[in-house]
């Protein structure tokens, strides 16, 4: 019994996992949080000409308030993600990066959901 259920544990995901194959797009759009693999990731598919721009938002990280009170500046996430993908030749105009110290995905997805609204009222925020 044990040994059915371990291998119907490890199968049991199988029916419901899809993989799809990227499409072409308006914007690739990079979620903080896991390191560098997405910027690459991102860079990857800019270079192979799925979109033409790349996005991201600034993420929130404790301290970084204290910091700017006392005069420093440290760059964040999405700054350090932006400069990799200018050094692997994606050029600067074609990455955005919006305000918004996300602490989230759900924070990211609601920020890029109002700018995207934004920009089809032709409202320009950044």
């Not at 074609?94 to 609204?117: C, F, M, V, W």
């Amino acid at each position: 019994m044990l040994a059915l259920l371990a291998v119907f544990f490890r199968y049991a995901g199988v029916g419901i996992v899809s993989s799809d194959s990227p499409e072409k797009a308006d914007v690739i759009i990079v979620l903080m949080g896991s390191g560098p693999d997405r910027i690459l990731g991102a860079v990857d598919l800019y270079e192979q000409g799925y979109a033409p721009r790349i996005m991201m938002v600034e993420n929130w990280q404790p301290g970084y308030e204290l910091l700017e009170s006392r005069g420093v500046e440290l760059p964040r996430d999405a700054e350090l993600a932006a400069s990799v993908g200018v050094q692997l030749g994606v050029p600067e105009e074609a990455i955005i990066i919006l305000p918004g110290n996300a602490r989230s995905t759900q924070d990211e997805a609601l920020i890029i959901t109002q700018y995207l609204k934004e920009q089809q009222t032709g409202v320009d925020k950044v």
